[in-house]
């Protein structure tokens, strides 16, 4: 089964940290691009971060030297750190997975996790 799974959402104040990951199961988890996106209340859904299956990396200028995306094939797991959290940073985080041709061509969705930045 296709399957992406996040955790480590939660409450945190401003200025903190959290690391979210997400586990995935039943595709070549080390073929596929791996993103971190979010969407506020209200919003469109925005991408935050990416990490290619050669572990090249990109990032939304608004999280730049905050935020981290790294990935363990082994594992099968993407994580994002986020350090010195703003108030702004507030949203449902999403894990997604994709390959496109001439590798493959397919998308896969997480069912998000809530991250909460208030004092």
């Known amino acids: 089964q296709v399957r992406l799974v996040e955790s480590g959402g939660g409450l945190v104040q401003p200025g903190g940290s959290l690391r979210l990951s997400c586990a995935a199961s039943g595709f070549t988890f080390s073929m596929y691009t791996m993103n971190w996106y979010r969407q506020a209340p209200g919003k469109e859904r925005e991408l935050v971060a990416g990490?290619?299956?050669?572990?090249?990396?990109n990032y939304a200028e608004s999280v730049k030297g905050r935020f981290t995306i790294s990935r363990d094939n082994p594992k099968k797991t993407v994580y994002l750190q986020m350090n010195t959290l703003k108030p702004e940073d507030t949203a449902v985080y999403y894990c997604?997975?994709?390959?496109?041709?001439?590798?493959?061509?397919?998308?896969?969705w997480g069912q998000g996790t809530l991250v909460t930045v208030s004092s």
């Open positions: 997604n997975a994709v390959i496109r041709p001439p590798y493959g061509n397919s998308e896969v």
């Open positions: 990490i290619t299956r050669t572990y090249g990396t």
